[in-house]
Each structure stands twice: as C-alpha cells, then as structure tokens.
C-alpha cells in the first residue's frame, strides 16, 4: 500500500521533474524568492499603469484616457516638490550621521580584545530590533514630548519647556537611531576582513593612527560603506513612520504623500505617480553611488592572497 | 644597535617571554629559533613597539624606546601574512613609508624604482598584490619594509606559508639583500633550516627562555642542552647513567651496554644524564662488517622499526634491545646501493664518542 504510493509519488515527480532537470535542482530552491520580486515587478507595473490616467472627480474613477497629467501636477504643485527634497535631504543626512556613528562602533566591536565588550555590544545592537519602527517612534515622544521626560527636567531647574517634537530634527533624530544598527551591521564584516597585520603594518611604516585609518582602514572598508549607505539611504528617503509620528505632519516624506493621495484625497492615479518617481529617483541614486563608489567595490573583498 | 635586557612580558597566568636579554651588532642577521608558543614572537613584536614588556629594557641605537610608538621607530617589519594593501599597486605600497615619513616626493619615485630593483620586480610596478604570486608578493613585502632605509629590519616568519622550494630560494633572497644593504635583522621562525642558512646567530627558546644564543654551527654541534640537541636536527634521545669520567670522555652506562660520549659539563659517576645523538653521525656498518679496528668507538644491534624514503635518502628507525630500547635515527645517503640493509630487520650502527653528547636529566 505505502509503497504503492511512493512508487506512484516516483512517477509523478519523474514527469514534472525529468532526471535531466537534477543539474538544476539548486535553482528550484531560488524559485520562491524569484516569484516574490517577480510579483512585485507584476505591481509596480500596475502602479505604472494607474499613474498614466487623470482622476476624474465627477465619478472618483480614473479616466480611460493615457496622459501625464499626475505627473504634471507634481512638478506644477511646491508642495510635492518640497516633500521630494525635504525626504532626499533626510536621507543624506540620516546617511551621513549614521555611517559616521556607525563606524566606530563596528570597528570597536570587532577588534576589542574583551569578550564581555563584544557581548555588550552586540546584545545593544540587537536589542533595538526586537522593537518595532513605531513603538521606538513613540518612544521618542516620551522623551521629547511638550510634557516629556526632557522638558519636565528642564521645567523643574526653572528653565522654559522646548518644542522638541513635531519638527525636521526630531525626524532625523528618530531615523538616525533607527538606521544605526542595519549601518553597524552591515559594516561589522567590512572591518572583520580587515586584518589587525594590515593597521600595524601601516603603523611601522610610519603612519600615525588616523593616517592609517585615513589611507588603509577607510579604502579597504568602502565595500561595507557603500553598501551601508545605500541601504540606510533608500531606508530613510521612502521612511513613512518617523516622518508620520515626530513629523506630525510638519515634516512628510513622499511616502506620507503617497499615503495621503491614496487614503486621504483617494487619488490612486496621484499617488501612483509619486510611488513611480520615487522608485525611479531611488534606483537613480543608488545606481550613482555604485558607479561613483566603483561597482568593483564589491569585488574589493577578493582575497589579499 | 639592538639590546634586550631582562625583557619578561605575561599573558594572564601565561609567561610568555621570561627574563630575555640579547644584544645584536649593527648589520648583523639574527635569528629567533623556537617552536610555537616560545614567546619569539611577542619579543618580535614588543621590538616593534606593537606591545610593552612587563619588566626590563629594549635599547635600539643606544636609547630605550619604551615610550616610542611604532610609528615613530625607525623599524621595517615583513608579517607573517605580509599585510600587503590590496588596494594599492606594487610601486604604491613601496612608496607607502616613503610618503608617510615626509620624504621629499621628487625623491619618491626614484626610490621606489631603486627597491623594486632590489627585489628584482621591475615591470610589476602597477600589479595589486593579488595579481603577483606569492613569492612576488614576499618582495614587495621586503621592499616595502626596507624603502624607507630602517635601523632594523622584523621578519615575523614571513616564509612560513611558502612551498618548500619557493621557502628555500627565499631564504636565500632575503639573505642576499639583507648582506647588499647590511641592514641590522632579526628573523623569527620555528623553521630550523633557514635558521641555519640565513643568519650570523640563532637564539634558539622554549617556554618563554632563551636556551642558547650562538652562531648556526655552534647551535647545531654544540647545543647547550637537550631542548636544542632536540629540536635542531634529527637526534635521537634516551637516558643513561654516568659510569666513569676519564681523560678521553666519559662512559655512560645505558641498558647492558656501557658506550663513550664527549665529556661535557661537569659529571659525576653515577649521575642520571639524557644522551643525544644525531641521525647522521651514526654509520651503517655492513652485517658482515666487524669493528675489529676499532674505528667506531660504539657499536650496537638495532631491529628497523620503520623505513622513511626521502628520496635521496632512507631514514631507518631502529630499536637497539640493548640499549633499554632506545630508538635511534640514522640516514642512508646511498638507498639504491644499500637496498639490501635493513631488509633484514637488523642493523649494525656505529658511532664516534665526540659525537654523542651528554646532558644533565632535568630533576
């Protein structure tokens, strides 16, 4: 009976997947991440569709009708221009601090010669993403609030309370400290395939330390900082939490927009356009890094051999 | 030019360098000798400033260079894994020190050129380190090391990881530039053959101590206790007892038979000692061969244990049953000639009394 069975399961598979097709069994195993992206290919495709056709406000449908007209209303309205900078401003500077804060911090975890030092690190490092994007956000508010932790201190030495939420800072705050652990980790392989030889090397040589680090540690770290740039720079720039929760609307991103055209003023056709642009100014920059950085950065880590 | 005075350094419980005092002359090669875990190369790099002893002195030109950072001595190292940068070309990594101690940049250029001249890779200026071989890549590490004329040159075994072939045109390679420039060098390495070839003198330690500090043949035909006889060469080691001293040597009893050895320090009869002798200073006698002249002042029976070929040359084991079965070494040179000894499972060794030496069992 069992046997029958698996003699029957033999035949099937042996029809839908011939014995000549085992070379390709690895790629079988790629199929489901493949269709993953492939369906989300399928949606921006659709997305692409929707932002070529006006709203038509007598019935709140799109038009049948192919035009550019979302596309125009963005670049004719500042408003949207204006999220458009303030999010790609964001982005560099939440770009900027966090590598800048990140380094140090991946570099002492790899090369401290504590045991207890890496733990504690790295326990801090993980810690953060066991709490979600939103409740860290709030968080913040705790802290920053018109009655939070800060502004009670400050209150009670006799000094005014400061309107330290629902501003540009706070959002750049928050999304620093959000991007700080993806950046950490994605430098902390950069920094270990630096070998401790190369600094010493470098340091009888005759250079001080921050000639090392300047001409040997940062050059055979660009792998890992080109990659941590771009993932904290794309992260930030389509970012909706932060800029939703300690923007409090004064200081949007373009994902907010999208969310307010398509949830508040139900323009599906306005929002797609502006998912459109954002995806495309997204790749455009990442694509510039890589070219810029060298796309052959991330072959640097070719061994030394 | 280098002195080291009472250098001990620890690790925790671990001692790894324990009260090490050496003094090199300007231009001199010398070599650290020991297995690993001996502590040469944390003295390597106490040198080179990368860590501090815990007691005693390092003098280089005269002056104590405790508070001297690395960057700031005048010190050429070659590691263990080169640490070329791979992102710079040959030319770039030579021109590296150069830039970073303020030489005048008209000069750069020419000097580099002259360095990669003297490692003999004119041509490879513009290749990255992973586009030369691995010898290639040992002289850019030699060049880099040297292109900014130091003091002292550090080799933290940087022919350890080489083939043996490429190993031994290397160690001849670093011996001939060091000569050309007559730049002041300690080698540190637990490879014994290139101790001998390349340096003027070999400090030989174990366990964190210097156990003998001499010129390569006195380290090979005079070592100073059984660790060195040991560890330097193919020796065989059993123990025996101090029968008598005379005017000729000294006999030591060991099993049923009593054999001449060279008088070394100070014996008495009936002393335990370790006796040490080496795999090529015994001769194979033919069986039917007697010692009736008296050529060999010991002669023993063994029964072959194992035949090693070498290619050009067998290596027997033997067990002597009446030397309490001791196991000694000994070479056949001529293998294809003497196919027919030890066929037998027997063999008959000799050896002379200078040969065989004698030391004190450590109580």
């Known amino acids: 009976m069992t046997l029958a069975i698996l003699q029957r399961t033999d035949r099937f598979v042996s029809v839908v997947w011939p014995s000549g097709l085992h070379g390709m069994n690895g790629y079988l195993f790629l199929l489901p991440a493949v269709a993953l992206v492939f369906i989300l290919v399928i949606a921006l495709g659709y997305m692409l569709e929707f932002s070529l056709h006006e709203l038509d406000l007598s019935t709140y449908r799109l038009k049948e009708a192919y035009s550019l007209t979302n596309y125009q209303t963005i670049l004719d309205r500042p408003v949207y221009l204006r999220v458009l900078w303030r999010s790609l401003l964001a982005a560099l500077i939440v770009t900027v601090i966090t590598v800048f804060l990140a380094f140090p911090y991946a570099y002492l975890m790899v090369r401290t010669s504590s045991a207890a030092t890496r733990k504690f690190l790295l326990v801090a490092l993980f810690l953060p993403f066991f709490i979600g994007q939103v409740v860290r956000a709030y968080g913040w508010l705790i802290i920053l609030g018109k009655q939070g932790l800060l502004n009670s201190i400050l209150t009670g030495l006799g000094l005014p309370a400061l309107d330290l939420i629902y501003n540009y800072p706070a959002v750049i705050l928050g999304l620093v400290q959000y991007m700080l652990p993806f950046a950490v980790l994605l430098l902390t392989p950069a920094v270990a395939a630096i070998s401790e030889d190369v600094e010493l090397a470098s340091e009888s040589l005759g250079a001080n330390w921050l000639q090392t680090f300047r001409h040997v540690v940062i050059p055979m770290a660009t792998p890992g900082l080109v990659g941590s740039s771009v993932v904290v720079f794309t992260l930030t720039l389509t970012d909706f939490a932060m800029p939703e929760i300690l923007g409090g609307g004064t200081s949007d991103f373009i994902a907010n927009a999208i969310y307010d055209s398509y949830f508040q003023i139900s323009n599906i056709g306005l929002g797609a356009a502006l998912a459109i642009l954002l995806t495309l100014i997204g790749s455009a920059l990442v694509a510039l890094m890589f070219m810029i950085a060298g796309t052959g950065t991330l072959a640097v880590t070719e061994a030394e051999e | ?363």
């Open chain 2, 1 to 363: 030019m280098v002195e080291i005075c009472d250098v001990s350094k620890s690790f925790g419980d671990f001692r790894a360098v324990d009260d090490a005092s050496l003094a090199l002359p300007k231009g001199e090669f010398l070599t650290i000798l020991g297995p690993s875990g001996c502590g040469k190369t944390t003295l390597l790099r106490m040198i080179a400033g990368f860590s501090k002893p815990d007691a005693g002195k390092i003098l280089i030109n005269g002056g104590e260079v405790e508070n001297v950072p690395p960057h700031k001595r005048s010190i050429g190292m070659v590691f263990q894994r080169l640490a070329l940068f791979p992102h710079m070309t040959a030319a770039q990594n030579v021109a590296y020190p150069l830039k970073m101690r303020g030489f005048d940049t008209k000069t750069i250029p020419d000097r580099v050129s002259e360095y990669l001249k003297l490692v003999r890779l004119q041509g490879y200026e513009e290749r990255r380190p992973h586009q030369l071989s691995g010898g290639q890549q040992q002289r850019v590490a030699i060049a880099r090391a040297l292109s900014f004329s130091p003091d002292l040159l550090l080799l933290d075994e940087p022919l350890s990881a080489l083939d043996k072939k490429l190993r031994e045109e290397m160690q001849l390679e670093f011996r001939r530039i060091q000569q050309e420039l007559g730049v002041t060098t300690i080698n540190v390495t637990h490879d014994q053959r290139e101790a001998l070839v390349m340096s003027d003198k070999i400090i030989v330690m174990n366990a964190g101590r210097i156990q003998q500090s001499d010129s390569p043949e006195a380290v090979y035909r005079a070592p100073s206790n059984r660790f060195v006889a040991n560890f330097v060469g193919l020796t065989a080691l059993f123990g025996g007892a101090i029968e008598r001293v005379d005017d000729e040597g000294v006999v030591v009893r060991v099993g049923e038979l009593a054999l001449r050895a060279r008088a070394g320090e100070a014996l008495t009869p009936g002393a335990s000692v370790d006796c040490a002798i080496r795999a090529e200073q015994i001769r194979i006698l033919a069986d039917d061969e007697e010692n009736d002249t008296g050529r060999f002042d010991n002669t023993v029976t063994g029964k072959v244990d194992q035949r090693i070929f070498e290619g050009d040359r067998m290596v027997y084991q033997v067990t002597v049953p009446k030397l309490a079965d001791a196991t000694l070494f000994v070479f056949d040179h001529d293998p294809t000639h003497h196919a027919e000894r030890g066929q037998s499972g027997a063999l008959k060794l000799a050896w002379n009394a200078r040969d065989m030496l004698t030391f004190p069992t450590n109580p």
